[in-house]
């Protein structure tokens, strides 16, 4: 039956609930009558002609009211003051009735009875339904909501009527606050959260506190970590208050709002100075970086935005929210997509030149580690020769910017992926140095989180698996930067280039690895399984550094850095290579990578990059798998030759 109801439309409910109470109110003037011993003499025509008109007179009254709009599920107790008003007015309806009707056995002291009995029915009826549509059995999730403010009442009545979210109790630090009841909850000190949470069998904190900066939810949410309870995150308060929101709305916190920093506001004139009425091209513009830094660039209102990626897929996807936005923005910002690959240097000169790109953010490389690793040849083509090839072409079409996107894996590299970035790097400041029209500079920062080459992802696809968590080491760090973060930093940064720069941005403190998976464990309401937590339910396993990992990253190579006219991004000052040397030994690159000659490959490498230390031998499988097989091969030989050797020395 309630099913039936909750599945009507919104037009049929009111008709519904409106025939009841038409029902109802000739029952409440007879019940009124019957009380006052008013039908001694029977009903007459007389009453018959009240009951008519009180009953239309009060469905009408209350429904100009706007009682039979209200949402049943969401009713307060403001709605009283409604039910109050309607009826008063029905009942001066009635005394008006009864003096134009002769009905000398009714008076004043009836019409108060009368007014009793439908304001009680209507508080009756209406909470009782509330009540009644309210109830989803046991199945509830039993929750305290954290922050007994307004956010804090405004969430507790938002998801009281769901069939997800029964909120328990409030906690909060205020003193007073605390021990008052608010919503029919009571407010409960923070430091009593571990002890209510086993008593009232809780499941998750709601933390409703949105004014908070990210440093002081931190704190709170590192102490509420330790709980192992699920914690999850108000709404904005906008919505809240406009009532718009519903229990889909309430986002489980994530590892980024506990690494994400104090927001420092953009600089508008270097954000737009580049981009807003300029032709904008980004290289990866599928990829993680580049893809936000699309959505940015659009936003800013380039003239167009010029899309180059090597994925078909990537490319479309990210083309066809760029036209969805350009679309509800109600923005012309012309969106050109183009598959292709940087290493095609005539084609992106053509590009470049076609639509008078003002404007390169160079975001297309290999960045994982152990596959570049492993694939060491094609990791120096894409990030190094890439560069090389967009960067010539930018020359030749007079671009005027051109930024690259780099990592903090550049800075004294250990693996071919940070060494092909940093050759990169060096390319683009030997450009600088030849007196280009084109402004080129670069941006070094650490990992994103959330980007396809970040752990938290993985992280999240272990954990819902049930476990283990795999490690490459318990003291391995990170810095952390969230993607939005870093693209709005890329393009300010590049802003402010001059040519050659090597800009920095702050990632604040960097972050111990195993801590963050034991804090997203936490954050899931499980426990870390180890020798003193045996019942935990997610397992750490450490399965050893990659081949060319570092257990710490770093962002500088020397120390000659000044600032920049903004806090999070640093100018860097480091050692560089002429043209004239850098390009003899890339030509003599070049034709060792087409003959596969993997040492001649590395030897290069660490010539042009003095900081290279691999970590690791050459790990290409090609290489490994023919050096296996020669060395088999020369085993045998060696093996065949042996008895040889002997029996010639016994002839003798």
């Given amino acids: 039956m ?35 011993s008013k039908l001694q003499g029977g009903f007459t025509k007389n009453h018959l002609w009240l009951a008519i008109i009180t009953a239309t007179t009060g469905v009408v009254v209350f429904s100009s009211m706007g009682l039979y709009q209200a949402v049943i599920r969401y009713i307060d107790h403001k709605i009283a003051v409604t039910i109050t008003g309607g009826a008063t007015i029905t009942a001066c309806v009635l005394l008006l009735s009864m003096a134009i009707i002769d009905t000398q056995a009714l008076d004043i002291k009836f019409a108060v009875v009368y007014w009793l009995f439908v304001t009680a029915y209507f508080l009756f009826t209406r909470f009782a339904a509330r009540s009644y549509f309210n109830r989803r059995g046991e199945n509830k999730v039993r929750v305290a909501i954290y922050g007994a403010g307004r956010a804090g009442s405004l969430l507790a ?24 009841t608010i919503c029919g909850i009571k407010v409960h000190h923070s430091s009593k959260l571990e002890k209510l949470a086993e008593a009232h069998g809780l499941k998750a904190v709601l933390l409703a506190m949105p004014q908070l900066g990210p440093r002081e939810q931190r704190v ?13 995150v108000t709404p904005p308060i906008n919505t809240l208050v406009k009532g718009k929101a519903r229990v889909e709305d309430v986002r489980q916190i994530e590892i980024e709002d506990l690494l994400s920093r104090d927001v420092v506001a953009p600089n508008p004139e270097l954000l737009s100075v580049c981009i807003t009425g300029k032709s904008v091209l980004v290289s990866g513009a599928g990829g993680s970086i580049g893809s936000e830094l699309c959505r940015q660039i659009i936003s800013l209102n380039p003239l167009r935005i010029v899309l180059l990626d090597i994925s078909e897929y990537s490319l479309y996807a990210i083309e066809q929210e760029l036209r969805e936005y350009n679309i509800t923005q109600e923005l012309c910002v012309e969106i050109i997509g183009f598959v292709g690959s940087v290493l095609d240097t005539e084609k992106c000169t053509r590009i470049l030149a ?66 092909t970035k940093r050759l990169a790097e060096l390319i683009l400041q030997a450009f600088a140095r030849r007196g280009t029209a084109t ?3 670069m941006v070094r920062f650490g990992n994103v989180l959330g980007s396809s080459g970040s752990v938290v992802p993985l992280f999240r696809k272990q954990i819902t698996a049930g476990g283990p968590i795999t490690l490459t080491h318990p003291e391995i760090t990170r810095y952390f930067m969230t993607i939005p973060e870093a693209a709005q930093l890329v393009i300010q940064a590049g802003a ?51 081949p060319g990992e570092k257990l710490y990253e770093e962002l500088l190579i020397g120390d000659n850095v000044t600032g920049t006219d ?49 970590a690791a031998e050459i790990e290409d499988h090609i290489w490994r798998r023919l050096a296996s097989a020669t060395a088999a091969k020369t085993a045998i030989m060696r093996d065949s030759e042996e008895p040889r050797d002997l029996e010639e020395s016994l002839a003798k």
Wanted: proline share 5%; aromatic share 8%.
């Fill in 496 to 546: 402010m280039g001059h040519g050659g720069d090597v800009f920095v941005l702050d990632m604040g403190d960097p972050v111990r690895i195993a801590d963050l998976a034991t804090r997203m464990i936490h954050l899931s309401g499980q426990e870390v399984k180890s020798p003193e937590t045996p019942d935990g339910a997610i397992e750490i396993k450490y399965i050893g550094l990659r």
């Fill in 439 to 441: 402004r080129f500079s």
């Fill in 354 to 419: 076609a639509f008078s790109v003002d404007t390169v953010y160079h975001a297309a490389a290999y960045k994982h580690v152990p596959v570049v690793e492993h694939n060491p040849i094609e990791g120096i083509h894409n990030n190094a020769f890439g560069t090389l090839s967009l960067a010539t072409a930018a020359m030749a079409a007079n671009v005027a910017c051109f930024v690259l996107v780099s990592t903090d894996k550049a800075v004294r590299p250990t693996n071919v992926m940070g060494a």
């Fill in 220 to 232: 709170i949410l590192d102490r509420l970590a330790r709980l192992s309870l699920k914690i999850k």
């Fill in 157 to 180: 009545n938002a998801i009281k009527p769901g069939n997800e979210y029964s909120p328990v109790l409030f906690i909060d630090d205020d003193p007073q606050r605390v021990n008052t």
């Fill in 2 to 36: 309630k099913n039936l109801f909750l599945s009507l439309s919104r037009s049929k409910k009111q008709l519904v609930a409106a025939i009841i109470d038409l029902v109802c109110f000739p029952a409440i003037f007879f019940l009124s009558l019957a009380l006052q």
């Fill in 566 to 614: 903004h806090p999070l991004i640093r100018r860097a000052q480091e050692k560089e290579l002429e043209w004239d040397k850098l390009h003899s030994m890339l030509n003599l690159m070049s034709n060792a990578c087409e003959r596969f000659d993997y040492p001649e490959v590395r030897r290069l490498l660490l010539a042009l990059v003095e900081e290279y230390n691999p």
